[in-house]
T-cell receptor, first 114, second 113 residues
Framework: DGGITQSPKYLFRKEGQNVTLSCEQNLNHDAMYWYRQDPGQGLRLIYYSQIVNDFQKGDIAEGYSVSREKKESFPLTVTSAQKNPTAFYLC?????????????FGPGTRLLVL | AQSVTQPDIHITVSEGASLELRCNYSYGATPYLFWYVQSPGQGLQLLLKYFSGDTLVQGIKGFEAEFKRSQSSFNLRKPSVHWSDAAEYFCAVGHNAGNMLTFGGGTRLMVKP
């Protein structure tokens, strides 16, 4: 079955620690996205990538970093510079990043701070 | 800049009753509009979308939405709610630059037996 997988389901971060959230898709989609979800605030875009080896900052990129070395993978690193990382993180993808299309979402990763 | 407002944070309806979830958007050009549903601790699933054409759009699970340009609205409706519809619902507007979506804050639906 084609889809988007995110791991782990839950992730705990200690003070000063960088953590990496995994996002993999086997839909052969070009574009991938990372969102942060906080209660009552909907989804906010962190980073997006329209093609391999290229990515752009979204609305709330500070304290986060990404890479896109392979078409199917778009990992997100939450760095120690992100002072309030507790949230639900969602990865999404679309066939292309050129025009408006349906975004398909993974099941999410919940990040908690110890 | 584009924005999406979902005025109702929480809605409770009885099972079998009708449902309408409100969505208002602000966007300079012709909007691309979406409704997604999210079960607790899960990702988002597309219910329906409007790109052009007929302003009444049918979606999955018996949902429909109507695009009203004059009111800048895209309200979601269902004639008879089932307990399994309890979830959070998000309205979103798409814009062409990189296929971005701007989401509303969401409406949490609770269904009374």
């Amino acid at each position: 079955d084609g889809g988007i997988t995110q791991s782990p389901k839950y992730l705990f971060r200690k003070e000063g620690q960088n953590v990496t959230l995994s996002c993999e898709q086997n839909l052969n989609h070009d574009a991938m996205y990372w969102y942060r979800q906080d209660p009552g605030q909907g989804l906010r875009l962190i980073y997006y990538s329209q093609i391999v080896n290229d990515f752009q900052k979204g609305d709330i990129a500070e304290g986060y970093s990404v890479s896109r070395e392979k078409k199917e993978s778009f990992p997100l690193t939450v760095t120690s510079a992100q002072k309030n990382p507790t949230a639900f993180y969602l990865c999404a993808s679309t066939l292309t990043g050129v025009s408006v299309e349906t975004q398909y979402f993974g099941p999410g990763t919940r990040l908690l701070v110890l | 800049a584009q924005s999406v407002t979902q005025p109702d944070i929480h809605i409770t309806v009885s099972e079998g009753a009708s449902l309408e979830l409100r969505c208002n958007y602000s966007y300079g050009a012709t909007p691309y509009l979406f409704w997604y549903v999210q079960s607790p601790g899960q990702g988002l699933q597309l219910l329906l979308k409007y790109f052009s054409g007929d302003t009444l759009v049918q979606g999955i699970k018996g949902f429909e939405a109507e695009f009203k340009r004059s009111q800048s609205s895209f309200n979601l409706r269902k004639p008879s709610v089932h307990w399994s519809d309890a979830a959070e619902y998000f309205c979103a507007v798409g814009h062409n630059a990189g296929n971005m979506l701007t989401f509303g804050g969401g409406t949490r639906l609770m269904v009374k037996p």
